[in-house]
């Protein structure tokens, strides 16, 4: 019902695509009787009902402005579905009108049953059609901002992975180098002096690593608790949804031939009675599930037109050979089923492969965008890491074992076990340097500033880090809370992008005032609520609400469980 709405109210109901299938069918299927029933009477009809769809869209074109015009949505969705019983209502009296100037005769059938049929037609095609595209525009521009945040967070990762790259061989130069120059100094003569300039030497090499790392873009977590990014200036690349090839799924159960007989039900009610057209529904239904079966029997075929055209064809000729068992003296209209059957089904079909594909565009450009964000910080992630170990080793350990020989050859002449010794000593430092090691864990602190860096190209984000949730959340299994935080940022961030046009958001990671032992992590950002937010949660302990201007996406951790033996245990469990 919600995609329904927002088809009818989003401001594009009436199309040019809805304008040629509502000819197609005006046309073809929705005819008014004119004269006898066979297919001189039959053609007498297109033509009335042709000419007659021109004016009924020429009233429809203000209603196609107004439309457009419009800010609010239950205004345009109240103008649409008045302009729908507004033409239902003049369609048989324009018919009647043209058939008595064209070929003298009036058209049969009870005026109410003739509204009701264009009715229900009407809304059901029209809403149909307002789906399918209402579905590929939304995909069309929430795949467009998620393409745009995907480009500036892929050239974001690329500049911190090269910058970690870069950081690297820098300390690997560095360890070489001072190696270097350690050997030089230790074959000259060795003095206070020499090694105290060597000392200099180590901290300058130290220094240049900071400054390295100092200047590569981040965003951290200050002192109060907040983290805080710039966006820098964004250009709008071009970008292109891509599609495969066109699908015609199986339409769901009962929906081909129960939308059919919907729509046929008033007219074999005037024509037939109550038992014959409620026949004729009940009829109309077995043969859409047997017809639904035989498609699901083999999955590719739904994917060939010709055989889903087919299948359906031949469902519309065993429903025309029903009509004219039920109604013997229908005549020519017996046939209509055959060509309006299938073209019901492929609607229908369109429209679940529209649902269809853009849930799954949407889901491979959200999943393509956290997999960015995801490696942006953990480039960040391993140059810090890498920075911070190589600072420490030279300032410590290396100028340690400087200080310690240094004091050594300032009381005495330089003996080979000093040498050994320092050279032992420096030698293991540098090792250490060249060779990676494992990260560290990493705090929830860290994380949230190494992903807020991340996203700092597409949006503006401030996060306020409850010192207490802090000290919660790190003493929880660190690694397994530190996983949950950063996807449950991700995915607000993820649907902030998707489902609006605001570049900023907020973070709050806070105790719930309600529940001890549970931390709320919650995502704010400006925009509407779209219903497809609420479906896409992967988790119960999720909630996406509406907060004056805001949606926000708030995410409930457990971090202190109470078992029945009355033992506590820390750990991160999602309530």
């Not at 699908?247 to 009675?273: D, I, Q, T």
């Not at 597409?458 to 996983?483: F, G, I, K, N, Y």
């Not at 719930?512 to 931390?519: L, Q, R, T, Y």
Request: charged letters at 20%; a positive charge.
């Amino acid at each position: 019902m919600a995609i329904w709405w927002n088809a009818v109210s989003g401001g594009a109901f009436y199309t040019r695509w809805s304008a040629l299938t509502s000819l197609i069918v005006a046309a073809l299927f929705s005819v008014p009787t004119v004269g006898t029933p066979d297919l001189d009477g039959y053609l007498r009809a297109v033509a009335v009902a042709a000419l007659g769809w021109l004016p009924l869209a020429a009233l429809i074109v203000p209603v196609v402005v107004a439309e457009l015009r419009s800010r609010h949505a239950p205004l345009r969705g109240a103008l649409v579905i008045l302009s729908l019983v507004v033409v239902s209502a003049l369609r048989p009296g324009i018919n009647d009108t043209l058939s008595r100037a064209l070929f003298d005769v009036t058209p049969t059938g009870a005026p109410m049953a003739r509204v009701l049929t264009n009715l229900a037609t009407a809304l059901a095609l029209f809403s149909i059609v307002a789906v399918i595209t209402s579905r590929h525009a939304a995909s069309r521009a929430a795949k467009a901002r998620l393409d745009i945040a995907f480009t500036h967070l892929r050239a974001d990762g690329t500049a911190r992975a090269e910058h970690a790259r870069r950081l690297r061989q820098a300390i690997v130069d560095t360890a070489d180098s001072l190696r270097v120059e350690r050997d030089a100094m230790l074959a000259g003569t060795i003095d206070f002096d020499g090694v105290r300039a060597y000392a200099d030497r180590v901290r300058g090499a130290s220094h240049r690593l900071d400054a390295l790392v100092r200047a590569a873009p981040q965003a951290g977590v200050d002192a109060g608790g907040s983290v805080s990014a710039g966006r820098g200036e964004q250009s709008r690349p071009h970008t292109r949804a891509t599609h495969g090839p066109l699908r015609l799924p199986a339409p769901p159960w009962l929906s081909v031939l129960g939308l059919y007989g919907c729509v046929c039900f008033p007219f074999a009610v005037v024509v037939g009675g109550p038992f014959i057209a409620a026949t004729g529904v009940l009829g109309g239904l077995l043969l859409d599930l047997a017809t639904g079966a035989v498609l699901r029997r083999g999955a590719p075929a739904t994917r060939r037109i010709a055989v889903f055209v087919a299948t359906w064809a031949s469902s519309g000729t065993v429903m025309a050979v029903l009509t004219i068992l039920l109604l013997p003296g229908i005549g020519f209209l017996a046939a209509v089923p055959v060509l309006a059957v299938p073209v019901v089904a492929v609607l229908l079909s369109l429209c679940r492969d529209a649902l269809q594909r853009v849930r799954r565009d949407e889901e491979r450009a959200a999943t393509s965008l956290v997999d960015a964000a995801t490696r942006s910080a953990a480039a960040a992630h391993r140059a810090d890491a890498e920075s911070a170990r190589a600072v420490d080793v030279l300032h410590g350990r290396v100028q340690g074992a400087c200080v310690v020989f240094a004091a050594a050859v300032d009381e005495r002449a330089a003996e080979p076990a000093d040498a050994s010794a320092f050279i032992a000593r420096t030698d293991r430092a540098f090792d250490e340097l060249i060779a990676p090691q494992p990260a560290a864990t990493i705090s929830v602190r860290t994380a949230l500033g190494e992903l807020v860096g991340a996203w700092s190209s597409v949006l503006d984000v401030a996060v306020r880090l409850d010192p207490v949730a802090e000290a919660a959340l790190d003493t929880a299994s660190p690694e397994r809370v530190v996983d949950i935080v950063v996807s449950t940022v991700n995915e607000a961030f993820v649907n902030a992008v998707k489902h609006s046009a605001a570049r900023r958001a907020r973070v709050e990671v806070e105790p719930s005032p309600h529940a001890g032992g549970i931390v709320l992590v919650r995502v704010s950002a400006p925009g509407s609520l779209d219903p497809r937010a609420r479906r896409g949660l992967g988790s119960a302990s999720a909630r996406v609400f509406a907060d004056g201007g805001e949606v926000v996406f708030e995410r409930r951790i457990a971090v202190i469980r109470q078992h029945v033996s009355g033992v506590t245990q820390v750990g991160p469990w999602i309530t």
